[in-house]
Nanobody
Framework: QVQLVESGGGLVQAGGSLRLSCAAS????????MGWYRQAPGKQRELVAS???????NYADSLKGRFTISRDNAKNSLYLQMNSLKPDDTAVYYC??????????????WGQGTQVTVSF
């Protein structure tokens, strides 16, 4: 079992940057896919980015170029660098391990989330 704890969220002005961190309680090397999801007010959770154990990445089309996912197995950590933030990026961001959503049911391992708020 792995526990995931997100940090790094906060309030930032539009155009600014934030770096989210996800600390795992133990090695994440055995996790096939690590990722970030987010849920904005009034919207469904959506995939932001993911990275598998081979370093292959996947990004939401609308976010590619602004967000970058990275993984440090030695530190049991996952990161999300967010640049050129927009107010629409305001959401709770979740770190995940081998996660997917089917019919609103969450599978895999999820952290508790960290709030990101982007102001004018």
């Amino acid at each position: 079992q792995v526990q995931l704890v997100e940090s790094g969220g906060g309030l930032v002005q539009a155009g600014g940057s934030l770096r989210l961190s996800c600390a795992a309680s133990r090695s994440i090397e055995t996790s096939n896919v690590m990722g970030w999801y987010r849920q904005a007010p009034g919207k469904q959770r959506e995939l932001v980015a993911s990275m598998d154990s081979n370093g292959r990445t996947n990004y939401a089309d609308s976010l590619k170029g602004r967000f970058t996912i990275s993984r440090d197995n030695a530190k049991n950590s996952l990161y999300l660098q967010m640049n050129s933030l927009k107010p629409d990026d305001t959401a709770v961001y979740y770190c995940t391990a081998d996660a997917h959503i089917t019919g609103s049911v969450l599978f895999g391992l999820w952290g508790q989330g960290t709030q990101v708020t982007v102001s004018f």
